[in-house]
């Protein structure tokens, strides 16, 4: 009788807990992660200082390398291509100083529609799904939580049997069998060092101490706060309507980390003290050559954005487009700090700069135009959800004003940074890039195919010419982008002979993957011409987006 007592209270106590618990259920998991890995106070960054004296003059050594990607940013956020956010309202002019000192591929493509598996490519110059990269990291919670929203004239697809298959969030990451950016410049001398969002994996072999960084300071998940929610800089910008936004406001953190070190909350709004850090980097860095891979997280969700930027754009009416735009600013005030800095050095004549976003921007934040004038957003092989900003600026070697019309993607920055830095490619393995820098000045851009591959939703762009075949739905699209850019009209019935030599093409390419290291959980409708604040019918485009 005693033990059926104790067993009573002891579910009472647990059902007590369970009632207290679950009005917070969807903060649940950040609460177990801050419990298990506590962020401590603010401390400072002390970058490895270099020689105070250059053997060599900046011009006679190997080019320094900057890769500044940044996060959801769709190709009409910016200036440098005539339009620009809220109608040109919100100048980029540093951003836009990369391509009029540099070169302009204006057919420039991400390695995803999705973060992570666009920085795979980033690092590694091979299609993500090469090495079974092929879906962005998150716990089954997210995918649940997706997997239960309200579409409206379409449902989300959650795969309950695979759940069983799915591996821990940090173990989601790149393997350590591939041969990073910064391990094959690290090798060939250069100092490296990254600063940012990571989303390549969170265990210890996937850290970026373990991919060939010397120095970092940064996070390794998918999304950071840029403040907390309660400082009084910060004006937030919650969006019920957005599946992710809930649970990015009850889990993310702000805080970062120093070369793997206990989480600590960072000194300031969190794009400017990324900048911060870039400027630091250079400064410790300015006499010897160094790859510096600046990955900001702006503008993704959370919106969140500096009070001084919010003010400094008040002609724009529309409050939450207003935010959005001053997120963009700050990056653009980033982009300007490093610019100065390398100047200020004496560093900018041979220090090549890269500028590019990881994927369009997103229709789930309620913005239309982000990637104007393309269809499609974030997570869809639609050009909007993989056109994005592609600028190379080198001063020693690039014509100020060039303008490349083919095709240039994330896969080409390994090759680039690697033949700068007069390294070898890797022999043992496909690398699937070329070097834009020899197209830049002249060189020919070869002929090539690129691929891109989601679940059972695949892309072939060869020649102009595009198909995208998907399983849900069932479906086939095939566009004539030299003529159609904007993809208006679907040609699969009318070009049967393409058709099938773009098939063909496809499925050889596709043969050449690998199999997902783990597996897509959920695949959320995602409306072609429609952001999530517009109603949408049965009629409307659509893709079941594997993730």
């Not at 019935?493 to 783990?518: H, N, S, T, V």
Request: overall charge negative; some cysteine.
């Amino acid at each position: 009788m005693r033990w059926l007592f104790i067993l009573g209270g002891i579910a009472v106590l647990m059902a007590g807990a369970l009632a207290l618990a679950w009005p917070h259920r969807i903060a649940l998991p950040g609460m177990l992660d801050r419990w298990r890995d506590p962020i401590g106070e603010t401390q400072q960054v002390v970058w490895d200082q270099g020689p105070q004296t250059a053997d060599t003059a900046p011009g006679e050594r190997s080019p320094n390398v900057i890769v500044i990607l940044v996060d959801d940013l769709g190709i009409n956020d910016i200036t440098t291509f005539g339009g620009g956010l809220a109608a040109g309202d919100v100048p980029t002019p540093n951003i836009d100083a990369i391509a009029a000192n540099g070169a302009v591929f204006v057919n420039g493509y991400a390695g995803n529609a999705t973060c992570a598996p666009s920085r795979a490519a980033i690092m590694t110059g091979r299609y993500a799904t090469r090495f079974g990269f092929e879906f962005t990291p998150a716990p089954v919670a997210f995918h649940r939580l997706v997997g239960s929203f309200d579409y409206g004239s379409r449902e989300a697809i959650f795969h309950e049997d695979r759940v069983a298959e799915a591996i821990p969030t940090d173990q989601q990451g790149l393997p350590p069998e591939e041969i990073t950016m910064a391990e094959i410049l690290r090798d060939s001398g250069y100092r490296t060092l990254f600063i940012g969002k990571w989303h390549l994996g969170a265990a210890e072999p996937f850290q970026p101490q373990n991919q060939g960084f010397d120095e970092w300071v940064g996070f390794y998940p998918g999304a950071a706060l840029f403040l907390p929610p309660d400082h009084p800089d910060a004006v937030n910008l919650r969006q019920d309507f957005d599946p992710i936004d809930p649970f990015l406001w009850a889990n993310l953190n702000y805080a970062v980390r120093w070369n793997g070190s206990q989480r600590f909350a960072p000194d300031g709004y969190m794009t400017d003290y990324f900048a911060d850090q870039a400027v630091s980097a250079i400064q410790a860095n300015r006499n010897r050559p160094f790859f510096l891979y600046l990955a900001l997280n702006a503008p993704h969700t959370p919106l969140q954005a500096l009070r001084s930027d919010v003010e400094a754009l008040g002609h724009i009416e529309d409050e939450r487009l207003r935010i959005y735009a001053a997120m963009i600013r700050a990056v653009d005030r980033a982009v300007g700090r490093v610019r100065e800095t390398l100047a200020e050095e004496g560093l900018a004549e041979n220090t090549i700069i890269v500028f590019s976003s990881d994927n369009g921007a997103p229709g789930y934040i309620g913005f239309a135009d982000l990637n104007a004038p393309y269809r499609g957003w974030k997570a869809t092989f639609f050009e909007g959800g993989i056109r994005v900003p592609m600028l190379v600026e080198w001063p020693a070697r690039v014509t100020p004003g060039t303008v490349i019309e083919a095709p240039a993607a994330h896969v080409d920055l390994f090759t680039t940074a690697a033949r700068a830095a007069g390294a070898d490619l890797p022999g043992d393995r496909t690398i699937d890039g070329i070097d834009l820098i020899d197209v830049a000045t002249g060189g020919p851009a070869p002929e090539r195919a690129l691929f891109w591959r989601s679940g059972h939703y695949r892309v072939l762009l060869h020649e102009g010419w595009k198909l995208q075949v998907s399983e849900h739905p069932q479906r086939t699209w095939l566009f004539n982008l030299a003529e159609d850019p904007t993809e208006q009209t679907d040609l699969a019935d009318a070009e049967p002979a393409r058709l099938a030599a773009m098939m063909a093409r496809l499925e050889a390419l596709d043969a050449e993957q690998a199999e997902p290291i783990w597996p897509s959980l959920v695949e959320p409708p995602v409306f072609i011409d429609r952001h999530l604040l517009e109603p949408r019918t049965a009629d409307d485009e659509y893709v079941h987006w594997p993730n």
